[in-house]
């Protein structure tokens, strides 16, 4: 068969992927060398797609509680409770809460749906967790919710600064095209964030900044600019308001000031303020450092202060750039599904209800902004909203502090959810379950970050009874009595009517339009290539606000919280290889093994002082809860401060849960969450026991202990384990077969394989103070013929374990890259690939591959 062009699934880079399907769920996935985001390339995420749609897990009927429903059933019961509950209590008593991972079409009805015909605002996403300090400080000083960046821009700028934003691991393939840059044009390359992340491995400058100090550093960075004379006062005069107090509110910001501030040391402060200020062409990126705390919008506007005085926006190679997370945040942008905003970048002024109500000849228009998500769940939970309908996000898991998340879910008189899987965190507490298609079965389009509007296709048939969410959406909408307004057949027939809305009376006002795509035949759309809007935005120094300019906003750093219960500070964030609540990486064997546990980051020195061990456990402590995870001590974080992934389940963990500790605490202006900063405590949690199972196969066991990981590996599913008390419990995991046991009391270690037909179906190696052996042999033995030599847990020759792994595209571990850096004295990441491959597929690990360069050169700096 031919390739299918489509885009991926994950992030907001948006690449373009060629997919071949084969025998039944199979599919060969490449980079699309067409693409304009990746040129062929695709990061660790990408390149394993294939790995990832199985059907395993996967809900394919809808469900009426836990009975499997007909479609015609469970739409009629969603339609007539949600019409039963605003009828009784008024349309703000119901709410939908979506996401961008949604495609543009999908987004559009749902969103037309609660603000043209049910008539509330109540439609917010996780895009409230993830962008809208970004669209809330766009709008204050640009006007409208226009990324004025493109990757262009990176490849014609000399000056990348990387603020928040972990790229490395985050956007890879963004990340690759600003090393080709460096390599191309010498580009320079700063990276400000609280942790040493991959992504400074590759930085000529990283400013380790006290968290949450970002505007003192903007401020002191626009204060030498002007200090230096390189403002643009023509375009300042020309293009920009500036209120009153603005210059005044940088008075004390000189470097000095701000080094202390922000505590770093004033020599690197002094090198990126000469830098900055002696080059045009720069490019800010920012992300979830910047945006998910509780003065993100203020921080954003701090950034394109410096860039709106500096004249540095609209032209190559120079603009802020918030970079986008989800496949298409931006589309749910375009179409208005942030309960703050209506449709196509308009907001809920009477003239815009009037004109999208005359639009949609709508039945009942919102006529203000709905609940944004954290209050909306509060809303919930006081029983003022009483029929949810979730559609593709987890907020179970991904809202903060999730216990009372859970609480709200629990009391919900109707909650829908829509999802690809059965059985998550959300979706536990769903009266009515429908099966949407997921990535290779649905059709539609999405925007990455810089405004690419591409599509996604199916190339797998619809399994079981799954349904596109638009088409979801819409019968729903019909069986509440709105036919012809959501009468549509094919993904086209809602591109059109979007494109349709984007240019309706619209004089050039707003930016945001699709001309030419309104009147696009279904075959046209179908063979649509990738198409950005809105050109260079602000090329001619205009802005769309009621003066023509754009706006410096005066912002001010705020005293930092005074914490005493709990010294330290958390910070929450991802990994390279998994996505969000897991529900797709997780399938991944290769994936899952680049990090298998959730593990607290703790500086070696704080470790000493709250007694950890590297390898322990800790039990992470704040004001809303608590959780489990492994040790790391590692150099790469600051003092005081902790850091935890966001990606453990009640699916895959009993601990490692990062939802549980983060408190909902918001930006006033935006609604984000503060999720990168929370007071809290660390202490080591002893175990009696500790050690691992490894199922052949797939399974369902949980075991029931103080600490227990899943994930998938080659051919089973690997636990990691430990406990208090007895171990006994755990011999309920094993499958039936023959036992063939070994044990010390003397250390407390007990080994046990389970035969099936002279087949190893499963090993539990448990021990008290004893050694454990690496996993990976093990794993390699899964269903292989084996005697009573297995316990041993290592062949009988030598072996050398390959540590950590590091390029999951080869199998190769940090060990073996160590040794082969030493043994053959490599020194170049290109050296390594020709030596072990290592870093020559999708190159996500080539950043580590540079750490490990480092480490062996400098020891004693090693981390
Ligand atoms: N591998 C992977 N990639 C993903 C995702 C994923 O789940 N996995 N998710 C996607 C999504 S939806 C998103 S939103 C993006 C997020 O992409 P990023 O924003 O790059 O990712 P995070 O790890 O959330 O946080 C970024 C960095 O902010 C830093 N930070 C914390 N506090 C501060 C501070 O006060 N100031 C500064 N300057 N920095 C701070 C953190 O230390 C962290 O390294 O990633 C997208 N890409
Ligand atoms: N502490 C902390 N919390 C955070 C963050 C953080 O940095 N720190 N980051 C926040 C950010 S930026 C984000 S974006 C969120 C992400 O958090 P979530 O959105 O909750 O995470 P996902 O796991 O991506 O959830 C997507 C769900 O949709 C399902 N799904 C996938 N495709 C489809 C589809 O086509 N249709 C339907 N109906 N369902 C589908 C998946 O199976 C999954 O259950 O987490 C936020 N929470
Ligand atoms: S950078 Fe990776 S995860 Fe993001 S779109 Fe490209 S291939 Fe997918
Ligand atoms: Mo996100």
């Not at 060398?33 to 390339?41: E, K, M, Q, T, Y």
């Not at 009784?88 to 969103?111: C, H, I, M, R, W």
């Not at 066991?701 to 998938?712: I, N, S, Y």
């Amino acid at each position: 068969m031919s390739p299918v062009r489509t885009t991926c699934a994950y992030c907001g880079v948006g690449c373009g992927v060629l997919a071949t399907p084969g025998e039944g769920r199979s599919v060969t996935i490449a980079g699309d060398p067409d693409h304009p985001a990746n040129a062929g390339r695709l990061c660790s995420k990408g390149t394993h797609l294939g790995e990832t749609v199985g059907l395993e897990g996967r809900l394919l009927h809808p469900m009426i509680g836990q009975r499997q429903a007909n479609w015609n059933k469970a739409l009629d019961l969603v339609a007539r409770k949600f019409a039963r509950t605003i009828s009784k209590y008024g349309p703000d008593s119901v709410a939908f809460y979506v996401s961008g991972q949604l495609l543009t079409e999908d987004y559009y009805v749902a969103n037309k749906l609660m603000k043209g015909f049910i008539g509330s605002g109540n439609i917010d996403t996780n895009s409230r967790l993830c962008m809208s300090s970004a669209v809330a400080g766009h709008i204050r000083a640009l006007g409208e919710d226009v990324v004025p960046a493109t990757y262009d821009d990176l490849d014609a700028a000399d000056l990348i600064i990387l603020i928040g934003s972990n790229t490395a691991w985050c956007h890879p393939i963004v990340y690759q095209r600003i090393q080709a840059a460096r390599e191309k044009r010498g580009t320079k390359l700063v990276v400000v964030d609280p942790r040493r992340t991959e992504t400074c491995e590759n930085a000529d400058l990283h400013i380790a900044l006290k968290p949450g100090t970002d505007i003192a550093l903007m401020n002191g960075l626009l204060a030498h600019c002007r200090r230096s004379g390189v403002l643009d006062e023509t375009y300042l005069k020309r293009s920009v308001e500036v209120p009153s107090n603005f210059w005044s509110s940088l008075d004390n910001a000189d470097l000095w000031t701000t080094a202390k501030t922000c505590d770093v040391p004033a020599s690197d402060l002094a090198t990126l303020f000469d830098w900055f200020a002696a080059t045009p062409r720069t490019v800010t990126l920012f992300s979830q450092g910047i945006n998910q705390s509780v003065r993100g919008t203020d921080q954003v506007n701090a950034i394109t202060n410096l860039h709106l005085a500096t004249g540095r926006v609209g032209k190559p190679g120079a603009a802020p750039f918030s970079i986008t997370g989800q496949p298409n945040a931006m589309g749910g942008r375009e179409v208005g599904g942030l309960a703050s905003t209506l449709a196509a970048h308009m907001d809920f002024a009477p003239e815009n209800v009037e004109r999208v109500g005359r639009f949609w000849s709508a039945e009942r228009m919102a006529t203000k902004p709905g609940l944004k998500a954290v209050d909306l769940f509060r809303a919930i939970r006081r029983g003022e909203i009483k029929a949810l309908w979730v559609m593709a996000t987890n907020p179970a898991v991904s809202l903060p502090d999730v216990a009372r998340v859970r609480d709200a879910l629990g009391r919900c008189e109707f909650l829908v959810v829509s999802d690809v899987v059965s059985e998550t965190d959300t979706s536990h507490y769903a009266h009515v379950r429908l099966p949407a298609a997921a990535w290779g079965e649905k059709d539609g389009t999405v925007t990455n970050s810089e405004r690419l509007i591409s599509r996604q296709r199916a190339f797998f048939p619809l399994p079981g009874e799954a349904k596109p969410d638009w088409w979801i959406v819409s019968q729903v909408a019909q069986r509440m009595g709105w036919h012809d307004a959501f009468n549509y057949h094919h993904p086209a027939d809602i591109w059109r009517e979007h494109a349709r809305l984007s240019t309706y009376e619209n004089d050039g006002r707003r930016l945001f339009a699709l001309p030419g795509h309104s009147g696009a035949l279904t075959r046209t759309y179908d063979s649509m290539t990738p198409f950005r809007w809105g050109g260079q935005p602000f090329a001619d120094g205009t802005f769309p606000t009621s003066t023509g300019k754009a706006r410096l906003v005066t912002v001010r750093q705020p005293p930092l919280e005074h914490k005493s219960a709990f010294p330290l500070t958390l910070n929450t964030g991802r990994y390279r290889d998994q996505w969000h609540s897991m529900t797709r990486t997780g399938l991944s064997p290769k994936l899952a093994r680049h990090r298998d546990e959730p593990r607290v980051e703790v500086h070696p020195r704080d470790g000493t002082a709250a007694r950890l061990v590297d390898g322990g456990l800790a039990k992470v402590t704040t004001a809303v809860g608590e959780s489990l995870f492994r040790v790391s001590l590692v150099e790469s974080q600051r003092r005081g401060e902790l850091f935890v992934p966001i990606h453990w389940t009640d699916q895959q963990s009993t601990g490692g849960r990062a939802g549980k500790l983060t408190r909902p605490l918001t930006d006033p202006i935006s609604g984000q969450p503060g999720f990168k900063s929370t007071p809290a405590a660390v202490s080591p949690q002893p175990v009696d026991w500790r050690g691992f199972l490894i199922l052949h196969g797939e399974t369902s066991v949980r075991p029931d202990c103080l600490w227990a990981t899943r994930v998938k590996v080659q051919g089973g599913t690997l636990f990691e384990v430990a406990g208090l008390g007895s171990a006994d419990a755990l011999r309920a995991c094993l499958p039936k077969g023959e036992l063939i046991e070994l044990s010390d009391p003397a250390r407390g270690t007990q080994r046990t394989a389970v035969m099936k037909d002279g087949r190893l179906a499963a090993v539990m190696f448990l021990t008290r103070d004893g050694e454990l052996p690496t996993r990976d042999w093990l794993i390699e033995r899964l269903d292989q013929p084996h005697g009573y030599e297995i316990l041993a847990g290592l062949p009988a020759g030598p072996v050398r374990a390959r540590g950590t792994l590091v390029c999951v595209c080869f199998d190769v571990g940090a060990t073996t890259i160590m040794d082969a850096i030493a043994d053959q004295r490599l020194t170049t990441v290109a050296e390594v690939g020709t030596a072990l491959r290592a870093g020559t597929n999708c190159g996500s690990c080539r950043p580590a591959i540079a750490k490990l360069l480092q480490q062996v050169k400098e020891p004693a700096n090693a981390a």
